[in-house]
């Protein structure tokens, strides 16, 4: 049993993680527990993210460019792959279309104007919500937003029938995805604890949690009634969406907090 825990997480830092991956080893057998592990592949993820934070302060780089480091890292680090699915799922839903020219855009290899601008307000998004955030983001939080969003994104998958062509088609029969489900529950539990236990600020964690679960129902909710079932690219939509939600409802917090103290003196 170790040995398959072991595989099925380096199944998921080599699927998910452009960081080279130290065991290399495929059982195709294991593509669900593969899934299970997201919420530590979102550990690792946010273990560099927060390493690169605590760099750019140290070294005390301006606030513009330490805000766009900050947005390529995350978005690098696997590879720019759940931003593709953020691009496919935009063309598709955008385009309303019936279901089935729906479904044939998003497995389209072209991009579309609807990926690109959706892309283009995305990365604007982002960087405004980052650069306003950056000063008063925690350690924790940075950990927690890549750990959050991949729970959400691994669950979805596990929980919804794909659709048709989708990579998942044919592990949806397979028994055991209520442990795979509870396996992700308690990575998360155990991340969320981790972070409160060193000193993790509680409102940003709060928040956060609430934030990206309900972006992850919404945009999940939507795409797959839109697309007419699950698939790779909507968890990675669903996984930027939960991302670019936690940092836009940090900045609020950050403003809010400005606001406040301007008004108490």
């Given at each position: 049993?170790?040995?398959?825990?072991?595989?099925?997480?380096?199944?998921?830092?080599?699927?998910?993680?452009?960081?080279?991956?130290?065991?290399?080893?495929?059982?195709?057998?294991?593509?669900?527990?593969?899934?299970?592990?997201?919420?530590?592949?979102?550990?690792?993820?946010?273990?560099?993210?927060?390493?690169?934070?605590?760099?750019?302060?140290?070294?005390?780089?301006?606030v513009?460019?330490?805000?766009?480091l900050m947005?390529?890292?995350?978005?690098?680090?696997?590879?720019?792959?759940h931003?593709?699915?953020?691009?496919?799922?935009?063309?598709?839903?955008?385009?309303?279309?019936?279901?089935?020219?729906?479904?044939?855009?998003?497995?389209?290899?072209?991009?579309?104007?609807?990926?690109?601008?959706?892309?283009?307000?995305?990365?604007?998004?982002?960087?405004?919500?980052?650069?306003s955030?950056y000063?008063?983001?925690?350690?924790?939080?940075?950990?927690?937003?890549?750990?959050?969003?991949?729970?959400?994104g691994?669950?979805?998958?596990?929980?919804?029938?794909?659709i048709?062509?989708?990579?998942?088609?044919?592990?949806?029969?397979?028994?055991?995805?209520?442990?795979?489900?509870?396996?992700?529950?308690?990575?998360?539990?155990?991340y969320?604890?981790?972070?409160?236990?060193?000193?993790?600020?509680p409102?940003?964690?709060?928040?956060?949690?609430?934030?990206?679960?309900?972006?992850?129902?919404?945009?999940?909710?939507?795409?797959?009634?839109?697309?007419?079932?699950?698939?790779?690219?909507?968890?990675?939509?669903?996984?930027?969406?939960?991302?670019?939600?936690?940092?836009?409802?940090?900045?609020?917090?950050?403003?809010?907090?400005?606001?406040?103290?301007?008004?108490?003196?």
């Open positions: 049993m170790m040995n398959k825990l072991i595989t099925g997480f380096f199944m998921a830092w080599g699927n998910f993680l452009t960081l080279p991956c130290p065991y290399k080893k495929w059982n195709n057998d294991l593509k669900d527990m593969m899934l299970s592990f997201l919420p530590s592949v979102g550990a690792v993820a946010g273990m560099v993210w927060m390493m690169l934070l605590w760099i750019l302060r140290l070294a005390a780089i301006p513009p460019l330490s805000a766009f947005m390529l890292c995350i978005f690098g680090i696997c590879g720019f792959m931003l593709d699915g953020f691009m496919d799922c935009a063309d598709a839903i955008l385009s309303r279309r019936p279901l089935e020219e729906r479904q044939r855009i998003l497995k389209d290899s072209n991009v579309g104007a609807f990926a690109v601008a959706a892309a283009i307000f995305l990365m604007i998004g982002w960087y405004a919500s980052m650069s955030a000063e008063t983001l925690s350690y924790g939080v940075i950990f927690l937003i890549p750990v959050m969003s991949r729970t959400w691994g669950m979805f998958v596990l929980s919804f029938k794909p048709g062509h989708s990579q998942y088609a044919s592990d949806y029969e397979r028994p055991g995805r209520g442990k795979n489900r509870a396996a992700l529950i308690i990575e998360a539990v155990i969320i604890l981790f972070v409160m236990a060193v000193g993790g600020d409102m940003q964690v709060i928040v956060t949690i609430l934030v990206e679960t309900a972006a992850a129902l919404i945009a999940g909710g939507c795409a797959i009634k839109q697309l007419g079932g699950m698939s790779g690219d909507i968890a990675g939509h669903i996984i930027c969406w939960c991302e670019a939600a936690a940092v836009a409802a940090l900045a609020v917090m950050a403003s809010t907090a400005s606001t406040v103290g301007i008004i108490s003196i």
